[in-house]
C-alpha cells in the first residue's frame, strides 16, 4: 500500500500525518479537522506520495510478486509445503519464503 502525507491547511499548525492507505482510500483523511490544532483541516500532499508511490512500484514489484505468489504457482507451493515427504524446515522455509 502506498503511503500518503496529510497536513494541516492551518499555516500556524505543523502537523503532518502519514498513513498507509489502499489508493481508493486515499482523500478518507481529507477534510478532517486536524487533532493538533482543532482549527485546521486536513489535506493530502500530492506531488511527494505519488512519486514515492511510482518508485516503490517499481521498485518492489517483481519481490512483491514472488513473495505472494498466486494462482497455479501457489496451489503447487502449497501442496509441497503440505507434502508428508516435505521437512519441517524446509515447511517453514517454503511458508516464509512464499507467504503460504
Ligand atoms: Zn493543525
Known amino acids: 500500500m502506498p503511503l500518503y502525507e496529510y497536513y494541516c491547511d492551518n499555516e500556524k ?3 503532518v500525518v502519514e498513513e498507509l492507505l489502499p489508493t481508493y ?5 481529507v477534510g478532517h479537522v486536524c487533532t493538533q490544532c482543532d482549527t485546521g483541516k ?3 500532499k500530492v506531488s511527494m506520495s505519488h512519486a514515492q508511490d511510482l518508485d516503490f512500484t517499481a521498485k518492489s514489484k517483481t519481490d512483491r510478486e514472488l513473495r505472494n505468489p ?3 504457482f501457489r496451489e ?4 509441497m509445503k503440505d ?3 516435505v521437512d519441517r524446515a524446509s515447511r517453514k522455509n517454503l511458508e516464509s ?3 503460504i
Open 70 to 72: 498466486t494462482g497455479e
Open 42 to 44: 486536513l489535506l493530502r
Open 76 to 79: 503447487v507451493m502449497q501442496r
Open 97 to 99: 519464503k512464499y507467504n
Open 25 to 29: 482510500k486515499r482523500d478518507t483523511l
Open 83 to 85: 507434502s508428508p515427504t
Open 13 to 15: 499548525c505543523t502537523e
